[in-house]
């Protein structure tokens, strides 16, 4: 069973702000001595809570600034079909989410090249390699919002 009281939310509201910090700073944060701020980290990575820490990076500035969101229908609804999909995309670096959908799109992926000429090659890439019904693209013409934190409950919980 997973508990989650006030001080690890306050943690993960932290990290999901700055994984950089020192264990100290957010030891101070929350009112912990760092050690058992340290092993509150790690129980909640130990437990899945914490996946894993990474950097966010600027598309813009590396030549990545073009989102795409990719709407896929198939008549293809078998395992074997989907291992190959799955296997594809996963082999795509331009793909950085990829969904399983419910209602009249089967899969959405969001695409991320520097331009629509990188895009028309990463298209072609991808219909050749799998067998697809529709795809549909649209293009992000601004980002209004974009955030990795998730939404934390506001009291403790089991579960």
């Known amino acids: 069973m997973l508990t989650i009281d006030q001080t690890d ?24 001595s760092v050690t058992p701020c340290w092993r509150r980290i790690q129980r909640l990575e130990e437990q899945g809570v914490i996946r894993r820490r990474v950097a966010l990076l600027n598309g813009e500035k590396i030549g990545a600034g073009l989102s795409v969101f990719v709407a896929i229908r198939t008549n293809e609804h078998n395992a074997d079909w989907l291992a190959n999909f799955a296997k594809t995309v996963a082999d795509m670096p331009e793909v950085v989410e990829f969904y399983r959908m419910s209602g009249d799109v089967d899969y959405l992926l969001r695409v991320v090249v520097a331009d629509m000429p990188q895009y028309d090659a990463f298209y072609k890439k991808l219909i050749g390699k799998v067998k697809l019904t529709d795809v549909s693209s649209s293009f992000a013409m601004e980002q209004i919002k974009y955030t990795t934190a998730l939404p934390l409950p506001n009291k403790a919980s089991t579960s």
């Open 9 to 32: 939310i306050a943690i993960l509201n932290i990290l999901q702000q700055d994984t950089s910090l020192a264990v100290a700073d957010i030891a101070r944060r929350v009112g912990l």
